[in-house]
């Protein structure tokens, strides 16, 4: 059922989870990923604070959504938004790609609290997404699987063997997004394998389809309200993003996909979302 959400609140929520973004990045001291994290911010704080059922004390209960970051290298997001809602303590965070450390280079089921599946595999995540909503589904339960899908990731041929798959089995507990930013880690998707027409091409295979703003709040909360509340056919939202959105000196330069962020860059950066 649809509920009233407080849009100025998940804005504000959405600001947090991108500073989260910048400390993690920073406090570590090596090379993260934060423009591919910061791309996908709104979506998944729209997600954590407005839709999904869980639960910070209880992270392993059996009933709740399922959040799949099939895009791994983003984890920075993750860690973020999972640390804001009391998962674990952000003094965590000057640990990122330590070694033994709870956070990992790439999300890491078993050892993050919150985190629901390994990946950093390009390709996987939505054919994982996808037996878990198919055990959801067939056990009774009501609970969602929510895949965030890079547009670089759509490369991948095991992910196309996941989208053919999931209408037959009639998945409407799945919900993909893509966070369609135009560039992965080499350069623009347009130059290395262009991905025309993205809404069409999954149409096509038979899944609901429904297009947003990623960065539009308003919007975010209208398209994932008919994703939940969608019957019959799994749901994917392609949501138009900036690679980099929110931290100027970031944004479409893909140069910050992978990089250390320096203390003056760190400053600059978390006085912009100060502001924002």
Not at 176 to 182: F, H, L, P, R, S
Not at 193 to 212: H, I, Q, T
Request: some cysteine.
């Amino acid at each position: 059922m649809s509920k009233a959400r407080d849009i100025a609140d998940l804005q504000e929520k959405a600001r947090l989870v991108r500073k989260g973004i910048i400390e993690v990045s920073h406090a570590c001291g090596r090379s993260a990923h934060p423009a591919p994290a910061l791309s996908c911010a709104d979506l998944v704080a729209a997600l954590y604070y407005g839709f999904m059922d869980v639960d910070p004390k209880n992270p392993e209960k059996e009933d709740r959504d399922r959040f799949v970051l099939s895009k791994g290298h983003a984890c920075p997001v993750l860690y973020s938004v999972l640390a804001e809602k009391g998962y674990f303590p952000k003094e965590y965070f000057s640990t990122l790609r330590h070694l033994d450390s709870k956070l990992q280079g790439h999300p890491v089921y078993g050892k993050t609290p919150g985190v629901d599946m390994t990946s950093g595999s390009l390709g996987n995540g939505l054919g994982i997404g996808l037996g878990m909503a198919y055990y959801l589904k067939n056990t009774g339960k009501k609970s969602k699987v929510f895949v965030m899908l890079g547009d670089g990731e759509m490369n991948e041929g095991t992910l196309w063997e996941a989208i053919n798959v999931a209408p037959a089995l009639k998945a409407d507990n799945l919900i993909a997004i893509v966070d369609q930013n135009y560039f992965q880690s080499c350069g623009s998707t347009e130059d290395i394998c262009p991905m025309n027409n993205m809404a069409e091409r999954w149409r096509s295979f038979g899944w609901n389809v429904l297009e947003v703003n990623g960065h539009d709040m308003e919007e975010i909360v209208s398209k994932l309200d008919m994703a939940v509340n969608h019957h019959g056919t799994p749901t994917v939202i392609v949501a138009q993003t900036v690679k980099g959105k929110g931290v100027s000196f970031m944004e479409h330069d893909n140069s910050w996909h992978q990089k250390v962020i320096s203390d003056e860059q760190y400053e600059t950066a978390m006085k912009e979302l100060e502001e924002a």
